[in-house]
């Protein structure tokens, strides 16, 4: 039996009524769904942390999730693991001419624009021809951001450059400004997601990942802010007994630090 003949065996234990773990057996798509959203972060916090072992093990955790959902579907008589494996192989064979067929060698941008094209064609096929059609309403709010205008400026429909969307970002922030004073907490919400939005098209502008931006501003907000915890702690206080002034001097001697 091969480890992957085994992985398959295992969760059909799992699942088997009567025997079955009883756990395993009250899951469905829509509750294991979120299990694997946070195996897929975990496989990523794993490849940031430059870790061999951790990353095998969360790889697993993650193959394990795609095991799940196709028994699942075996299960509801839809398809199983081996179609789930032979249609993602086509799909990467019929992704790449150029390295399994004829069409001639690409360099990576080539390569970008043939896969979005394919990628268009195969929504197409599905009936799904929205310039906007097929971005999952369940990614990460800035990376859908980020993806649903990069489709639009496929069509012409974007700003000329970052320049200009910093221009709207300052407008953005001047209408939530104006609403201040008076606003309802509706209105509030509606002006900073319209920051927001602006904020992830910045990224894409300037080429940059909107959640790995933000992912790396959390890590160094959590490296000074630990600082200075730290340094507080070395004068017997700790952030809740200390001034303003005091954490804001401290935050700086952070910056001064390189952190």
């Known amino acids: 039996m091969t480890p992957t003949e085994r992985l398959l065996a295992i969760m059909a234990a799992l699942r088997t009524p009567q025997t079955g773990c009883p756990w395993d057996l009250m899951q469905d798509f829509s509750t294991i769904a979120p299990y694997t959203i ?13 870790d061999p072992a951790m990353l095998q093990d969360e790889l697993g955790d993650l193959l394990f999730q795609v095991v799940y959902h196709a028994r699942l579907a075996e299960e509801r008589g839809w398809f199983g693991y081996d179609q789930v494996a032979e249609a993602i192989a ?11 067929g004829d069409a001639a060698a690409r360099d990576a941008a080539g390569q970008t624009s043939a896969w979005e094209a394919q990628k268009a064609a195969e929504r197409a096929a599905r009936h799904q021809t929205g310039t906007l059609a097929g971005v999952p309403s369940t990614l990460p709010a ?10 639009a400026a496929r069509v012409g429909f974007d700003w000329p450059d970052a320049s200009a969307v910093l ?13 201040l004073p008076a606003a309802s907490p509706e209105r509030l919400a509606d002006e900073l997601g319209d920051i927001l ?15 790995a931006t933000l992912a ?8 000074r802010f630990e600082w200075v915890e730290a340094s507080l702690a070395r004068q017997g206080q700790s952030p809740a007994d200390a001034t303003l002034m005091e954490m804001e001097d401290a935050w700086r001697a952070a910056k001064r630090a390189g952190l």
């Open 38 to 50: 946070e195996e897929a972060y975990e496989v990523a916090d794993a490849i940031a942390a430059g």
């Open 90 to 100: 086509q799909k990467m064979i019929r992704r790449h001419p150029h390295v399994f």
């Open 142 to 151: 800035l990376t859908r951001a980020a993806k649903l205008t990069r489709r």
């Open 167 to 179: 221009d709207k970002l300052a407008e953005e922030a001047a209408e939530l400004r104006a609403e």
């Open 197 to 211: 939005f602006v904020v992830a098209n910045l990224a894409r502008k300037l080429d940059l990942d909107p959640e």
């Open 216 to 223: 790396a501003a959390n890590a160094k907000f959590t490296r």
